[in-house]
């Protein structure tokens, strides 16, 4: 695991050297990786054996989009927390993927250490799409093993968690594995366009940015007397911290990625908040806040906005706007204003280009690329990314300022002691049921 130093170096590149390295990369694996492409299929032929890794409904929409991307790829192996998730996805998978889902029952692997199983099965591709406190840990096993990899987002839930994946991704390269990232925006043919519209001058240079998901509650899954706090938590991952790292990082995290990537992929310098926990009080909603209003200061003094909302009955918008010198650019409808004036051909806000959306096109360019030999490696921006929105998490429950270095070098780690359904999670409710929640002002930074 690198040092914070490191994470701090390898999160700064300068937009040139960033490129030099990407593209002088490739030739340097290319001939580890067409190796790995033409002889490390288990089925002995031209067959990719997938393996899924969390059979969620993302999981599950993400192991269709694969079987979509490469006729000759057959999900094989499957692995989950929970049994009973595990075979009504293999179900649905099985009737929508008939020819290309060959999941026998020998290959379905429930518990903990699930994960570890499939990738010993013989998968040559891997399909993470757990919570997000799991990545680091299957990351790093799919790379140690040399399987080619889609990691949902974010790729973690604390800085430790963060650099973890770092060193992975670095390893990923070395061995000239594909690493493509669930923050699927990079691969929308729509945003893709402006955004290098946007880089190409179209609106000047960046003042100030602007990116809001202001929306309605979302999924619970209740809790069932039978149910440990273990079995109750990761049920319902999305309300606890250790699992999901708030919404500002679990879903927040796409409007926060296509504003670093408008900024070239530099990072914020530091940032403070306005955030709470003002209506899902209900202990059932775990530790996390119900909204947060984040400003990130650059050091070329842009400004991004940053607004965050789960409440009913309220005004939803989803957006990101870009301000610059010579316009303004509108990303989610694809629009520039100003001395320039554009708009995308499909004037959508989500593009489905011949029937192929993003979450598709981000499977198309992995495959082709394990196929190709070329392979392709989303590490630096997934990773940069996801500290982005836990700074945004962290400024809002401490209260305080926090600068980009404080938070690469963060010693928070949310890790229980130890996996098992009588174990406990980090997070503990009291006498009352009611689960500690962080407080401006009190809670401290790690």
């Known amino acids: 695991m690198p040092k914070p130093n490191e994470l701090q170096t390898a999160t700064r590149p300068s937009r040139r050297d960033f490129l030099r390295t990407s593209t002088t990369m490739i030739p340097a694996v290319m001939a580890g990786s067409l190796a790995i492409s033409r002889s490390a299929h288990a089925a002995g032929d031209d ?8 059979c969620g409904s993302r999981g599950s929409g993400a192991a269709v989009n694969a079987l979509n991307a490469d006729r000759g790829a057959k999900l094989v192996a499957m692995a989950d927390a929970f049994g009973d998730r595990l075979q009504n996805s293999r179900a649905r998978l099985k009737k929508m993927k008939p020819d290309q889902v060959a999941v026998d029952d020998g290959h379905c692997f429930d518990g903990f250490d699930g994960y570890e199983k499939l990738i010993a099965s013989g998968v040559d591709v891997v399909l993470l799409a757990s919570p997000p406190h799991f990545r680091p840990k299957h990351l790093k096993a ?3 093993a040399g399987k080619h990899v889609f990691a949902e987002k974010p790729v973690g839930v604390d800085a430790t968690g963060v650099r973890s994946v770092l060193a992975t991704c670095e390893e990923a390269k070395k ?6 990232s669930g923050l699927c925006w ?12 946007v880089h190409d001058g179209a609106i000047g240079d960046i003042v100030a940015m602007q990116a809001t998901a202001n929306r309605c509650p979302v999924w619970h899954r209740g809790r069932k007397p039978e149910w440990t706090e273990m079995d109750f938590q990761i049920r319902n991952w999305y309300y606890f911290i250790w699992l999901s790292g708030d919404f500002n990082v679990e879903q927040h995290v796409h409007g926060l990625d296509k504003m670093s990537w408008a900024m070239h992929d530099e990072p914020p310098a530091s940032a403070w908040a306005l955030s709470g926990r003002q209506v899902r009080t209900d202990p059932k909603y775990g530790d ?12 070329n003094g842009v400004r991004m906005y940053a ?4 409440q009913s009955g309220c005004y939803n918008e989803y957006s990101e706007i870009l301000l610059g010198t010579k316009g303004r650019c509108d990303l989610q409808k694809h629009v520039i204003e100003g001395e320039t004036n554009w708009r995308h051909k499909t004037k959508r806000h989500w593009p489905r280009e011949s029937g192929r959306g993003m979450h598709q096109i981000e499977q198309d360019e992995l ?5 190709a030999g070329k392979p392709i490696n989303n590490g630096h921006y997934m990773c940069q990314s996801t500290l982005i929105g836990i700074l945004g998490r962290m400024v809002g429950y401490t209260g305080q300022e926090i600068t980009w270095d404080e938070i690469v070098s963060s010693k928070q780690d949310l890790s229980p002691e130890r996996y098992a359904w009588d174990a406990d999670p980090p997070t503990l409710p009291d006498k009352n049921g009611k689960y500690p929640v962080a407080v401006p002002g009190v809670t401290k930074f790690v």
């Not at 061995?175 to 493509?180: D, E, H, I, P, Q």
């Not at 607004?307 to 789960?310: E, G, L, P, S, V």
């Open 47 to 54: 067959t990719l054996r997938v393996g899924l890794v969390g």
């Open 142 to 144: 799919c790379v140690d």
């Open 175 to 180: 061995k000239g594995l594909s690493l493509v």
């Open 186 to 197: 990079r691969y929308n043919p729509g945003i893709r366009e402006t955004i290098k519209r």
């Open 288 to 299: 996390i806040f119900d909204h947060h209003a984040v400003v990130y200061e650059y050091a």
């Open 307 to 310: 607004f965050t909302r789960q």
């Open 367 to 371: 495959f082709a690329s394990i196929r």
